[in-house]
């Protein structure tokens, strides 16, 4: 069974950095784009970076110059290095990769649980 395992969220403050790491587990045929949501308290969830398997890379307007996604294809990670962090980069970070799980199947959107990053001022 194909999951999202996230991991590297916490509390840091205001200036400060932090690296989030999503792993898939389990056996894929495939996986395509992956990429970074955030969910604000009491708003809607959002795309922060997004990364295909060739490398080209997009990300939110309000993260550019400061966020850096990557990803490790022999070890199907994606990685989303946050720097310079302000208070309402404050959300839950999602993890979300495109998945063929077998040759025939379909591609599929994956979510990991979600990941807490909080930034005090």
């Known amino acids: 069974q194909v999951q999202l395992v996230e991991s590297g969220g916490g509390l840091v403050q205001a200036g400060g950095s932090l690296r989030l790491s999503c792993a898939v587990s389990g056996t894929a045929f495939s996986i395509n784009a992956m990429g970074w949501y955030r969910q604000p308290p009491g708003k809607q969830r959002e795309l922060v970076a997004r990364?295909?398997?060739?490398?080209?890379?997009n990300y939110a307007d309000s993260v550019k110059g400061r966020f850096t996604i990557s990803r490790d294809n022999a070890k199907n990670t994606a990685y989303l290095q946050m720097n310079s962090l302000k208070p309402e980069d404050t959300a839950v970070y999602y993890c979300k990769a495109d998945i063929r799980v077998r040759s025939y199947s379909r591609l599929d959107n994956y979510w990991g649980q979600g990941t807490q990053v909080t930034v005090s001022s």
């Open positions: 990364i295909v398997t060739a490398g080209s890379t």
